[in-house]
């Protein structure tokens, strides 16, 4: 495995970290500011100047769509490898991902309609997507039942001459709070009777179906994500034509597993760049605090929580450029257990790193005057969204197991859970 960055990756490295330098970290406290005066008018969710000014930017530097691989419509697309440090970048600040057209759910859903939608598909919500014209939701977890085993799921995609009509409550769709989010991706049962992994099928709906109702906005920590938004959507006999089912009628998971998969690789690299910006904000922190006659960083206990932090840090990215590369390689099928791993391994140790940055910054490093509070909140968050740390255990045992048995089982994919 060779885990050197090229030079067309190197460039875009530093494209993008002086971007970041002239765009993004500057403008950190406007971009809270300009929620809070909306929130202030009443509606939280009216997309942010600041975002909209910075992707004519973004998009003339030449990061755009750097997410997605190479395509007829996106010719510059890259590897996932090659894109995990500029998707660590922009993990370092939580609105920059958006500013280059690289934030979930776009990422996953853009990549889904690449893969399995028609070319009729494509025009009418993949090219606005990759030109960053409209936002898109994934609709997969209820309320209702366990969503941790998809399996569960009860939405009822059902067919009736040439439409298929969808019932069921879905939340945590992520993106559908954004009035500019256009088109959601649904995954329901279309075959109750089928076997178990073929009852699913995933469907194209647009926002503005008769029928589909936002219901409310879900908060995490108290943090209720706007201008993005984490949303309750009912679907009440919401009729589309035959032609949005993706791929075929149950085939819903074979969709989830080539989606979830670069999904769960995006959400660990951009939380490594979360990490990577906490452990520097602390050392910088304790360089300039005094505390009983000498700086914090003086302190014993701090060397060790910064060498842990280092560790830490290193190991997670070693893994997740090893998953990245597997998935170049070999694909997502063959590097599940590596996907799992990493998905277990990046969330708990960016918790760990930033709750000690926030301890070396006292009081305030749990206030909004510092970007680690927010951070927190969503690195816990991460523990369950895309699949919760025990599900992923349980399919990284499985695995292991199934490698000191005589008659192995073949079938241990993936789980499929809520995807961002």
Not at 18 to 31: L, V
Not at 138 to 149: C, G, K
Request: charged fraction near 20%; aromatic fraction near 6%.
């Amino acid at each position: 495995m060779n885990f050197d960055y090229s030079d067309k990756v190197k460039d875009l490295q530093a494209r993008l970290l002086a971007f970041m330098d002239e765009h993004i970290y500057p403008n950190e406290q406007r971009f809270i500011q300009e929620i809070a005066a909306n929130r202030a008018k009443g509606n939280a969710w009216v997309p942010t100047q600041l975002v909209e000014e910075l992707k004519p930017k973004a998009r003339a530097a030449g990061l755009w769509n750097l997410f997605i691989p190479h395509s007829p419509r996106v010719p510059n697309g890259l590897s996932n490898l090659e894109y995990a440090p500029l998707c660590e970048i922009m993990g370092r600040v939580p609105f920059a991902a958006e500013v280059f057209n690289s934030s979930a759910p776009d990422t996953g859903n853009m990549e889904t309609l690449e893969r399995y939608a028609s070319e009729e598909l494509k025009v009418q919500w993949l090219e606005p997507l990759l030109r960053g014209e409209i936002r898109s939701a994934f609709l997969m977890t209820e309320p209702a039942v366990a969503s941790s085993d998809a399996t569960n799921i009860q939405c009822s995609i059902a067919r009736d001459g040439n439409e298929y009509v969808i019932n069921g409550t879905k939340w945590w769709s992520s993106g559908a709070g954004d009035p500019r989010c256009a088109v959601y991706i649904v995954m329901g049962k279309t075959d109750t009777e089928a076997p178990k992994h073929s009852q699913q099928s995933m469907v194209v709906v647009p926002a503005n179906t008769p029928g589909v109702k936002v219901v409310r906005p879900l908060s995490v920590f108290g943090y209720d994500d706007a201008p993005h938004g984490h949303m309750e959507v009912t679907l009440t006999n919401v009729r589309v034509p035959v032609e949005n089912l993706l791929l075929g009628e149950g085939r819903g998971f074979e969709i989830a597993q080539g989606r979830l998969g670069p999904g769960r690789i995006h959400h660990c690299m951009r939380t490594i760049g979360s990490a990577e910006r906490a452990l520097e904000l602390m050392c910088k922190r304790l360089n300039s605090r005094v505390a009983f006659g000498k700086p914090l960083s003086a302190q014993g206990v701090w060397h060790e929580r910064i060498a842990d932090a280092r560790i830490m840090i290193e190991q997670a990215r070693l893994l997740t450029l090893k998953a990245a590369y597997m998935m170049d390689t070999v694909g997502n099928k063959d590097a599940r257990a590596e996907i799992a791993m990493i998905k277990v391994i990046a969330p708990n140790m960016a918790s760990q790193v930033i709750d000690w940055a926030m301890q070396a910054h006292g009081a305030a490093g749990v206030s909004d005057d510092f970007p680690l509070a927010y951070a927190y909140a969503t690195q816990r968050w991460l523990r369950l969204a895309d699949g919760p740390d025990e599900v992923h255990r349980q399919s990284i045992a499985k695995l292991e197991l199934a490698r000191h048995i005589a008659t192995a089982p073949q079938d241990i994919d993936m789980p499929i859970t809520r995807g961002s």
